[in-house]
T-cell receptor
Framework: EADIYQTPRYLVIGTGKKITLECSQT?????MYWYQQDPGMELHLIHYSYGVNSTEKGDLSSESTVSRIRTEHFPLTLESARPSHTSQYLC????????????FGDGTRLSIL | QKEVEQNSGPLSVPEGAIASLNCTYSDRGSQSFFWYRQYSGKSPELIMSIYSNGDKEDGRFTAQLNKASQYVSLLIRDSQPSDSATYLC???????????FGKGTMLLVSP
């Protein structure tokens, strides 16, 4: 069982607020990822990191930002939330080898009013 | 052409039958192939990985890879209602660890 944790699980918040979604893993994985998924729709990679101080943008343009100061921690921040940011955000991690699968956290369901 | 294509379904099978899920990919340099199961409102769960041509079996699940034809499939034997979910095919290119996901195939297993 993968040990990757996301908090909060659900968040309902007003427009304009600054939000940080937390993601932590205890597997010592070098690589971490953030995906965005709307209900019934496909997964879109928005950010990834290959290690400490490494961050890259994914395939889907996102107004969010990420940081990777510690191996186990990969938070995602929205400086000013808007209703268009309403979605499910999924964090994943994988080991150093490129062939290793990604393991997902339970996700954060975000609703911006 | 999308990089990873799956029939969105739903694929409906009766309990006890074999469910066959298919996926094609466009990049011949693809190297690693994964099947994830996603229940409604939940996160994807890894069920199979396959890296070389042929079949790989794990319990009721068999993954099949044919790199020449650029397809990967998942067979679920003795399908159960609890197998009802969306099955996501995911592919990595050589030298990369980022996954490209298909849109997923919804499987419905009726009792």
């Amino acid at each position: 069982e993968a040990d990757i944790y996301q908090t909060p699980r659900y968040l309902v918040i007003g427009t304009g607020k600054k939000i940080t979604l937390e993601c932590s893993q205890t597997m010592g994985h070098d690589k971490m990822y953030w995906y965005q998924q709307d209900p019934g729709m496909e997964l879109h990679l928005i950010h990834y990191s290959y290690g400490v101080n490494s961050t890259e943008k994914g395939d889907l343009s996102s107004e969010s930002t990420v940081s990777r100061i510690r191996t186990e921690h990969f938070p995602l921040t929205l400086e000013s939330a808007r209703p268009s940011h309403t979605s499910q955000y999924l964090c994943a991690s994988s080991g150093r080898d490129n062939n290793q699968p990604q393991h997902f956290g339970d996700g954060t369901r975000l609703s911006i009013l | 052409q999308k990089e990873v294509e799956q029939n969105s379904g739903p694929l409906s099978v009766p309990e006890g039958a074999i469910a066959s899920l298919n996926c094609t990919y466009s990049d011949r340099g693809s190297q690693s192939f994964f099947w994830y199961r996603q229940y409604s409102g939940k996160s994807p769960e890894l069920i199979m990985s396959i890296y070389s041509n042929g079949d790989k079996e794990d319990g009721r699940f068999t993954a099949q890879l044919n790199k020449a034809s650029q397809y990967v499939s998942l067979l679920i034997r003795d399908s159960q209602p609890s197998d009802s979910a969306t099955y996501l095919c995911a592919v990595t290119k050589a030298g990369y660890s980022t996954l490209t996901f298909g849109k997923g195939t919804m499987l419905l297993v009726s009792p």
